[in-house]
Nanobody, 123 residues
Framework: QVQLVESGGGLVQPGGSLNLSCAPS???????????MGWYRQAPGKERESVAT???????YYADSVKGRFTISRDNAKNTVYLQMNYLKPEDTAVYYC??????????????WGQGTQVTVSS
């Protein structure tokens, strides 16, 4: 079992920045032969959507709505994934969730979610 610990949410004015972090409770490189970690968000009354992901090989994906403003990165030594969010807009307001999908050496797919962290963009 893996727990995902998120931090970095908060209240910020439009145009501001926040940096979210997600730290798995165990070394993902020692558990999974391949994995993808990412950030998803859910605004009130809306479905959860993918924001940005990064694979074990370093391939990144961004939703069109955040391209050029958000950057996902991974620090392998710290076993942590980050989401740097710049030029935040009110429509970025949501609960942001970290997700880890990993395939074990036996080919078993595991799927974990963090508890979520609130990001509010408002003046």
């Amino acid at each position: 079992q893996v727990q995902l610990v998120e931090s970095g949410g908060g209240l910020v004015q439009p145009g501001g920045s926040l940096n979210l972090s997600c730290a798995p409770s165990r070394s993902i490189f020692s558990i999974f032969s391949s994995f993808t970690m990412g950030w998803y968000r859910q605004a009130p009354g809306k479905e959860r959507e993918s924001v940005a992901t990064i694979s074990s090989s370093g391939i990144t994906y961004y939703a069109d709505s955040v391209k050029g403003r958000f950057t996902i990165s991974r620090d392998n030594a710290k076993n942590t994934v980050y989401l740097q969010m710049n030029y935040l807009k009110p429509e970025d307001t949501a609960v942001y969730y970290c997700r880890l999908r990993g395939v074990s050496a036996r080919g078993v797919l595991n799927d974990y979610w963090g508890q979520g962290t609130q990001v509010t963009v408002s003046s």
